[in-house]
T-cell receptor, first 118, second 117 residues
Framework: AQSVTQLGSHVSVSEGALVLLRCNYSSSVPPYLFWYVQYPNQGLQLLLKYTTGATLVKGINGFEAEFKKSETSFHLTKPSAHMSDAAEYFCAVSDPNAGGTSYGKLTFGQGTILTVHP | GAVVSQHPSWVICKSGTSVKIECRSLDFQATTMFWYRQFPKQSLMLMATSNEGSKATYEQGVEKDKFLINHASLTLSTLTVTSAHPEDSSFYIC?????????????FGPGTRLTVL
């Protein structure tokens, strides 16, 4: 079974500071990895994803994440935080080999709320 | 592209009534849609997987007779909360997979806030 751990349910940074949101996963095979952002009372929007190929992936709004197989991590970073980045962020994994009733399912982490101070 | 809509965005109903929530993929065909429930300040909990033309697959602990799911076309899935009670109040989110996608990416709807009085 897969699992996702997001270290830190709340992260607070100053505007202009580095954003680092941590995600570690447990999986028997290299999974597909996703970061989603959720603004209050809205659905989830995909920031970026890793499936195959280059391990450093760039997403929207200046975010990027690096897949590190040896560390089973997929941390999300942004060099300079903006006030509009304040939201909740979810890391999710999917088993590329899953079949049957598990086909296509995502396993989510518990989420990290990012607060950006002026 | 890859837009998913939900209707209604919010609904208030009386205890004992039924509520239907629609999830539509607007610009792609979705053979599979997912229904999630999200409690305040918590992550998404998968309720069921909806496959076009077949019965939904429910997660353990989810009452299939209470949460009726129908996926009658490649662009529409519905969730009906039957005989709703206050404990069913929650934020319900659907997502859809593009049948041409190989990487399990899900596109999410904006969610439906259900309040049962």
């Amino acid at each position: 079974a897969q699992s996702v751990t997001q270290l830190g349910s709340h992260v607070s940074v100053s505007e202009g500071a580095l954003v680092l949101l941590r995600c570690n996963y447990s999986s028997s095979v290299p999974p597909y990895l996703f970061w989603y952002v959720q603004y209050p009372n809205q659905g989830l929007q995909l920031l970026l994803k890793y499936t195959t190929g280059a391990t450093l992936v760039k997403g929207i709004n200046g975010f990027e994440a690096e897949f590190k197989k040896s560390e089973t991590s997929f941390h999300l970073t942004k060099p300079s935080a903006h006030m509009s980045d304040a939201a909740e962020y979810f890391c999710a994994v999917s088993d590329p080999n899953a079949g049957g009733t598990s086909y296509g399912k995502l396993t989510f982490g518990q989420g990290t709320i990012l607060t950006v101070h002026p | 592209g890859a837009v998913v809509s939900q209707h209604p965005s919010w609904v208030i109903c009386k205890s004992g009534t039924s509520v239907k929530i629609e999830c539509r993929s607007l610009d792609f065909q979705a053979t599979t849609m997912f229904w999630y429930r999200q409690f305040p300040k918590q992550s998404l909990m998968l309720m069921a997987t909806s496959n076009e033309g077949s019965k939904a697959t429910y997660e353990q602990g989810v009452e299939k007779d209470k949460f009726l799911i129908n996926h009658a076309s490649l662009t529409l899935s519905t969730l009906t909360v039957t005989s709703a009670h206050p404990e069913d109040s929650s934020f319900y989110i659907c997502s859809a997979r593009d049948w041409t996608d190989s990487y399990n990416e899900q596109f999410f709807g904006p969610g439906t806030r259900l309040t049962v009085l």
